[in-house]
């Protein structure tokens, strides 16, 4: 049935081609945050089309070669027109089988909406979806990636749909009951299109069909002008947990599996366009517009870290809660400690503007599961990349345990450079973090092995980064761990290096004439003491022990303590207020008394990017921005709300926390805030204590490009 994948005359191809090139370049360039390069393998791009996307990945990774596949030999011919470098090159091959690669060596795959061609065209048999991740997963090396960038079927349920009462509105409608007639034009006669009942819905027309029915048209019905070519395809064949399942039977580790909102589809075609409800007429969210999956190859390892049941808390345990009250608010907080506090290492080699950095590979981290409500839907296996960590030990120098922690030794290390202090979450973990940046002279072959070190069998390796990659990674939310993330942006700005494109949404910042600004030193010099012991708990913090296994392994377990909150849930929506005044940005910080900077600094004031903590009714973005719009910002309103890259986890070794960052737009710079300059506050980033606003600052910074903006 391949052949009628065949698109016509010439015209029709560049057309076809045309519109994929226009998103191309923004689907490549977050996908190549996965990849690594490796000198002597391949990068293979199945389902190329035009060769964009291979060209691309070719001009990222040029010592690796790249090789785009299609099985339709017009594609390959324009391609080879088209393009060429000399580490690239197309094929004829079926992305099934894969015939024409089994006598390369393969480190990774990318599938950019090839799948759902395979099932489509294989009387859309969801069981050749397997099978190619399968051959795949054979021809991939130990460690290689491959990655998924397609569409993602919802839960099997039927819902409510309904449209505008217009004549846009209309006509879809209309589209629709021909659609429930004609999908899936390629099956037979008796199993073409899907079931429609038309039924009133708030005394308006409205009709019930199957959720993935829904989506299978809300995703096609803008594309009028290959209407019939479109009817052929069915666009979801796996669900986000089907995904999940058949990469891991076959021996991948999932890295992230992510739901992603485009936001220029969201804003032109499905906003206003168009309403879902359940059955009981709740409104439903807005569906994701793809859905990227990407997974490493292991051999002999855990694929999932999952958690075996809930234990008692023991007398001496590794947490230890304390609680703290306001004298003067009489508000109490719990506060939660681990043995000693931190340092971040970032050892690194620097080569002009290529920066290679060691860091963590695959180091366990199941407490990230421990969330029962994931707004974004994005889910990771538990293994994760993350800095090189060490508690403070005041008998050993920097030099001792890089030795010990890596297995540097002395003439490894040319200068060190020491640079933030922080906290990864002032309101409840009394833990600082200091940072160092490490220059080396070379990095040694054999990198010390982490071992058993986290307790389960496996806790990955120390491995060489490319530091840009792991940048990008952290913006498409493959590297949720942000201490890391942070470490780079430091070095990048102490080395005066170029940050590259941002990947994420672009942000509007909204104009004012005039601001009262503050500054930033003045702040600074606010002392206060406000806390002292409190023998009344705060409730607010639930302290739990749980046991953990590595699946499918055998006796890989752990138990481990952390914390979560008792009343709210583990989502927070961190906030950065933002003004442009006479080509200057401003952000809105917050003063705040917490007892943390108290027990550190003996200052309990502390400045901080606004936070909110998340009600456990909250289950998707939507509903969040909701309950974050209906409040009173700091006496103003909340005009709009834009996405500040992906969320992350700021202690993710005692919280399962995950922090949601925005850019807010106000109605007007409200004076409960403190206006300072964003340069400013980026220059004297080592005077903040508070870990979000260092985080969403220097994201900030990466943004806007605002180096040139006026000092």
């Given amino acids: 049935m391949y ?9 029709k191809y560049q057309r076809y081609l045309a519109g994929m090139d226009t998103i191309i370049v923004e689907k490549v360039a977050s996908a190549s945050a996965y990849f690594f390069e490796k000198e002597g393998y391949a990068i293979v791009d199945v389902g ?6 291979s060209y691309i990945l070719a001009l990222l990774f040029p010592k690796t070669k790249v090789i785009g596949i299609d099985i339709n030999p017009k594609m390959v011919t324009i391609a080879k027109a088209t393009y060429t470098l000399p580490n690239l090159e197309f094929r004829v091959d079926d992305g099934e089988t894969l015939a024409s690669l089994s006598h390369e060596k393969i480190n990774g795959f990318f599938n950019c909406s090839s799948i759902h061609h395979i099932t489509s065209f294989n009387n859309y048999a969801q069981q050749k979806a397997f099978l190619t991740l399968q051959r795949q997963a054979q ?11 397609d569409f993602v079927k919802p839960e099997d349920k039927d819902i409510l749909i309904q449209f505008p009462d217009n004549e ?41 069909l199957s959720y993935p029915d829904a989506i299978e048209f809300i995703r096609r019905k803008d594309y009028l002008n290959d209407w019939d070519i ?33 936001a220029w589809i969201i804003n032109n075609r499905y906003l206003n366009k168009f309403q879902l409800h359940e059955l009981d007429g709740t409104k439903m969210g807005i569906p994701p517009t793809n859905f990227v999956i990407a997974a490493e190859k292991v051999n002999a390892k855990g694929t999932l870290l999952r958690s075996a049941r809930h234990l008692p808390i023991p007398q001496n345990s590794f947490i230890e809660m304390q609680s703290f009250i306001n004298t003067k608010t009489k508000a109490v907080f719990d506060v939660a400690q681990r043995p000693g506090d931190v340092i971040d290492i970032l050892p690194y080699i620097s080569n002009g503007e290529n920066i290679t950095l060691i860091a963590k590979h695959a180091y366990p981290r199941p407490i990230l599961h421990q969330i029962p409500s994931v707004l974004d839907g994005k889910r990771y296996s538990g293994y994760i990349v993350e800095g090189v960590t060490t508690q403070i030990n005041n008998t050993l120098t920097l030099d001792d345990m890089l030795q010990a922690s890596i297995g540097l030794k002395q003439d490894n290390i040319d200068e060190k450079h020491q640079d933030l202090s922080f906290y990864s979450s002032p309101g409840g973990v009394n833990e600082m973090v200091s940072t160092h940046h490490v220059q080396l002279t070379q990095i040694p072959q054999d990198l010390k092995a982490l071992g058993n070190s986290s307790g389960f069998n496996n806790s990955g390796q120390y491995r060489t980064y490319d530091a840009l990659q792991l940048l990008k990674s952290a913006q498409v939310g493959a590297l949720p761990e942000a201490r890391l993330e942070l470490s780079i942006y430091r070095l990048f700005q102490h080395l005066n290096l170029p940050l590259g494109k941002w990947l994420g949404e672009t942000i509007d910042i909204a104009k004012v004439s005039n601001i009262k600004s503050s500054r930033l030193r003045e702040l600074l010099e606010v002392k206060t003491q406000y806390f002292e012991r409190s023998t009344k708990e705060a409730g607010f913090l639930n302290h739990r022990r749980t046991k953990f296994y590595e699946y499918p392994l055998d006796g890989s377990e752990q138990i481990l303590e952390y914390i979560e909150p008792n009343t709210c849930s583990s989502n927070t929506m961190v906030t950065l207020p933002v003004f442009r005044c006479e080509d200057v940005i401003y952000v809105g910080v917050e003063s705040r008394q917490l007892p943390v900077p108290q027990l550190k600094e003996n200052n309990s004031h502390i400045l901080t990017a606004p936070a909110f903590r998340l009600p456990k009714s909250i289950h998707n973005l939507d509903e969040m921005k909701t309950h974050i719009s209906n409040k009173s910002f700091f006496g103003s309103e909340i005009t709009q709300m834009q996405k500040l890259g992906e969320k992350y986890m700021p202690c993710i070794g005692i919280s399962p926390e995950q922090v949601y960052p925005y850019v807010l737009s106000i109605s007007e710079p409200t004076d409960q805030l403190h206006w300072v300059r964003l340069n400013e506050l980026v220059k004297q980033a080592k005077q903040l204590r508070d870990g979000h606003l260092l985080i969403a600052l220097h994201r900030l910074k990466h943004v806007t490009n605002s180096d040139n903006e006026a000092n």
Avoid: H
């Fill in 139 to 149: 021809l991939l090396c130990d460690g290689g990636i491959l990655v998924v960038r």
């Fill in 168 to 208: 846009q509105g209309q006509f879809d409608a209309n589209l629709l009951k021909q659609f429930a007639q004609t999908a899936r034009s390629l099956s037979p006669k008796v199993e073409t299109g899907f079931p429609l009942k038309t039924i009133k819905f708030k005394n308006r027309e409205a009709w019930q």
């Fill in 48 to 53: 190329m089309a035009s060769g964009t996307s």
């Fill in 230 to 262: 479109e009817l052929q395809e069915e666009y979801g064949y796996y669900s986000q947990n089907e995904f999940e399942d058949a990469l891991a039977t076959i021996g991948m580790r999932t890295i992230v599996s992510q739901p992603i909102y485009n």
């Fill in 3 to 11: 052949a009628d994948q065949e698109r016509g005359d010439k015209n």
